[in-house]
């Protein structure tokens, strides 16, 4: 047996590299019971540019060793002999080696790029771990200093209480004595530790020199490994083996020796430190906060205010019955018992305050400025305001109202000759726009009534000057149309006196002019009288502070969007200021005039439209610049959620009173006409709406779902459809979109440009919608001579007709002893053996009654037809 025999005693055949049929680059390998298995042996190539790396030698050509070859044709040669000896071309050869540089570069860039990644993400690691412990130290230091402090301290307290002077504190040098002069105790311990580390001293030297005099004969002598200092320290090492980073194979392959912390470890060394923390922060005193509670606040909104735990205050809550979770909304009451039990102070605010400010006091007379007066022309409707306001202004308005009515409050602002600027507001007359005159008479400062002087005193006109008294402005009477043969001023004069309007002609304090516009006599009187009366008000203004006004009209234009026609009644408006008008905001974008000419700034009593805003304002909304969009977006909200929760509370808003119950089930008996309505402005839109509420009676009324102003869109024909209502278009147009969808969903579109037309349909509508009034008209009276009883018929009465006439399917009424027995028809009428259709008086006849034959001789039968009516509103 061979030695490698004797060396393989377990049976198995040892690994070979050669041998046999075994390709090369494999292994087999032997097993039991005569298994064996190749193994693939792949060698490892070193990376290029490593130590101990070779450069692979150019493969040798004919034309290498010749003289007189360039570089760059030997190099030539060499990849030609390349890429044949591969079965390549040139190209193809340097494109493969083009592409396994570019890899390598990349490679070498991740590598980087990693390396740089994990060596950031150690240095920070250990940034963290060297602040706990430099934060660790500072802390045990200072507990250490207050523990020593207190202990002296009570020393001091001590010796004080004793009558003795305390002893100072020896240096730590002194205190603390060499080990080397500590004195034997008789046990002998310490004398055995110094022989024990005396004997391996003298051991270790001796090994020493045993290990030089074997390498001097030129023996090998296995080293020692030396431990670090963390390994040899005993119980310290291993705690600081355990914080080391995990033992991995491409640790051991790379030799990494910086191994570092877990994190694991360093999120429970934060849990410690923060536990510690907390338990030192438990012992400070508590600050107390003002904490400001609204009418509604959420329990995780309260418990940041108060600096505290939001589970804290749901555990609170709990204890006190109240099932409660962070994101619930807990009442003003409520909120004030949790701050007070929680040690703070409550200061309680209602939600109404973010209007506070909004509009600011007066300004100081030294401030004002005269300003041009605000004059609204008010009537009744086609007496001639707007063309009045036409002949002030040189221009023809009231050609282009549909109808020749006006149906928007127009603002303009007109120069005199003198130089003098007023600012006109032109209100509708008809009905319907009372609102739009209400609110022109409480943006206004003089109120010029126009009365026709061959009409007179109309319903109308009473209303202004209604709406003139309540807002307590000064009126100015303008008596027009003087150039018609039947005018009578005078006439006029002494109807507005029913309405204690007293002009000054009959003693009162009224001016009253007599003018033309279509002749344009009079009108420097008019301007004239305005101008008195304007100087008698001492209208002032300051115009050096942030706008204040109100809108008088606005819509949604189709290529600018919400546009709000807005007048200035102190400051000045300003292109990019932030505007609050009602429920909407935005920040101008443009100023125009009324002939659309772009302006800078708009002054008091000056009108001006603005463009910017989110959405139409209301008309009659107060406007006002704020500071920031943040207050905007406030004060905005606000009033939308107060809008909202009025409408849900209207909706909603059902008692449980008998009363409140039959008048719901009266209310359910109405039938409604629901209709969508969309105008030109808002204004339109709101008179409408208030028309419609005024149509109908306890039967039929119309219910208007939705109005806005703006086009007809696709939203609008949905709406509609939902509702199953026709849409009332006045002014506007649908688009192409929404013409098609109304088609295909058979939705009603009605176009209307004059207001009546739109009333007078909605009217008709309703009451078409009304049941027809029933009227009885008696016809005859019959008396029963006999009663007689036939098969399959019945009892037939034999009858007289005393007065009137009897009809075949009239309706009867038995009457006995002047009572009424039954009430039906007529099912047989008979004179001898013959249906006959009528039966006059004085002749005898056979009745029988439908379904009813208890009847008796001598009984009256009264005959009646019931026609029905067709009602009208």
């Known amino acids: 047996m061979s030695d490698a025999d004797e060396r393989n005693t377990s049976g198995r055949k040892p690994l070979s590299l050669g041998g046999g049929s075994t390709p090369s680059g494999t292994v087999r390998q032997s097993f039991p019971r005569g298994r064996q298995k190749a193994v693939v042996v792949e060698k490892k190539r070193k990376r290029p540019g490593a130590p101990g790396a070779k450069e692979p030698s150019a493969p040798a050509t004919k034309d290498s060793g010749k003289p007189g070859i360039s570089d760059k044709d030997r190099a030539r040669a060499i990849i030609a002999a390349k890429a044949k000896q591969m079965g390549l071309s040139e190209e193809e050869l340097l494109k493969r080696q083009a592409a396994i540089q570019r890899a390598r570069a990349e490679a070498e860039s991740r590598d980087a790029k990693k390396r740089t990644e994990e060596e950031e993400r150690a240095q920070r690691q250990e940034d963290e771990m060297r602040a706990l412990e430099e934060q660790r130290q500072r802390t045990e230091a200072e507990r250490l200093a207050r523990e020593e402090a207190e202990r ?75 431990e670090p200092a963390d390994k040899t320290g005993g119980g310290r090492g291993r705690e600081n083996r355990r914080h080391t980073g995990k033992l991995t194979i491409q640790n051991l392959v790379e030799d990494d020796e910086g191994r570092q912390r877990s994190l694991a470890s360093m999120r429970r060394a934060r849990e410690r430190e923060k536990q510690r923390r907390a338990q030192e922060g438990k012992g400070r005193d508590k600050v107390a906060r003002e904490v400001v509670v609204p009418e509604a606040i959420t329990v995780q909104d309260l418990a940041q205010r108060m600096a505290e735990r939001a589970a804290d205050v749901v555990k609170y809550l709990m204890t006190q019955g109240q099932m409660v979770r962070a994101n619930d909304v807990i009442d003003a009451d409520t909120a004030e018992l949790i701050v007070e039990e929680f040690g703070h102070t409550v200061k309680r605010v209602s939600e109404s305050d973010v209007e506070v400010g909004f509009i600011s006091g007066d300004d100081e007379d030294g401030a004002k400025k005269p300003r041009p007066p605000v004059v609204t022309v008010m009537g009744h409707v086609d007496h001639g305001k707007t063309s009045l306001l036409d002949a002030l202004r040189q221009t023809d308005v009231a050609a282009g109202e549909a109808g020749g009515i006006t149906q928007h409050i127009g603002a303009y602002q007109v120069q005199l000759k003198s130089g003098d600027r007023i600012t006109f507001l032109d209100t509708p007359g ?120 109100v809108v008088i009209e606005s819509q949604i234009d189709k290529g600018r969007g919400p546009v709000a026609t807005v007048l200035v009644k102190r400051g000045t408006l300003q292109r990019g200021d932030i505007v609050v008008a009602g429920a909407q905001w935005g920040k101008v974008r443009a100023l125009n005039n009324e002939r659309g000419q772009q302006m800078k700034d708009a002054g008091p009593s000056l009108p001006a439209e603005i463009l910017g805003l989110d959405g139409a304002p209301e008309p009659g909304e107060v406007f006002a610049v704020v500071e920031t969009e943040a207050r905007a977006r406030e004060l905005v909200d606000y009033r939308q959620r107060m809008m909202r929760d009025r409408s849900s509370a209207a909706r909603t808003g059902t008692g449980a009173s008998l009363e409140q119950m039959m008048a719901r089930l009266q209310q359910a008996e109405v039938s409604e006409m629901p209709m969508l309505v969309k105008a030109d402005v808002q204004g339109s839109a709101e008179a ?89 008209t008696f016809i005859g009276y019959a008396e029963i001579l006999e009663v007689f009883s036939i098969t399959r018929v019945g009892k037939v009465a034999g009858c007289r007709v005393t007065e009137g006439v009897v009809k075949r399917g009239c309706g009867v009424r038995l009457l006995r002893d002047d009572t009424v027995l039954h009430e039906g028809k007529l099912s047989t009428l008979k004179r001898f053996k013959d249906e006959v259709p009528e039966v ?29 009516v067709k009602r009208s509103l």
């Open 152 to 226: 002296r301290r009570k020393d001091d307290a001590e010796a004080e209480a004793r009558g003795e002077t305390a002893p100072e504190p020896e240096p730590e040098s002194e205190l603390a004595p060499d080990p080397a002069d500590i004195p034997l105790e008789p046990s002998g311990k310490p004398q055995r530790k110094a022989d024990k580390a005396d004997k391996s001293r003298e051991r270790a030297e001796g090994d020493d020199d045993a290990a030089d005099m074997l390498r001097k004969l030129g023996g090998r002598v296995k080293e020692k490994k030396v």
């Open 430 to 549: 008809h009905a319907a726009f009372s609102s739009m005159r209400a609110r022109g008479a409480q943006a206004t400062d003089i109120v010029i009534l126009v009365v026709a002087a061959d009409d007179g005193v109309m319903p109308q006109t009473i209303e202004a000057i209604k709406h003139a008294k309540a807002a307590q402005v000064p009126i100015i009477v303008a008596v027009n149309k003087i150039d018609k043969p039947d005018a009578n001023p005078d006439k006029v004069l002494q109807e507005l006196l029913q309405h204690e309007v007293f002009v000054e002609s009959m003693g009162g304090d009224v001016q009253a002019v007599s003018v033309s516009a279509l002749k344009k006599t009079g009108l420097d009187e008019l301007t004239e009288a305005i101008s008195l009366q304007a100087e008698f008000l001492e209208l002032k203004a300051n115009p050096d502070r942030s706008a204040e006004g």
């Open 688 to 776: 409408i709406t208030g028309a419609m509420a005024k149509l109908g009676n306890e039967e039929v009324r119309a219910r208007v779902i939705h109005s806005a102003p703006g086009g007809v869109s696709e939203s609008d024909v949905l709406l509609a459809r939902a509702s199953g209502a026709p849409i009332f278009a006045f002014n506007v147009r649908a688009n192409k979109q929404a013409r098609e969808l109304a088609e295909r969903e058979g939705v009603e579109i009605r176009y209307y440009s004059v207001i009546y037309d739109l009333i007078d349909d909605v009217k008709g509508t309703l009451e078409g919608m009304l049941a027809p009034e029933k009227r009885e």
């Open 840 to 868: 006059r008086a004085g002749t005898e006849c056979g009745m029988a009654f439908e379904k009813y034959e208890d009847i008796q001789v001598g009984d009256q039968i009264e005959c009646f037809q019931v026609e029905e």
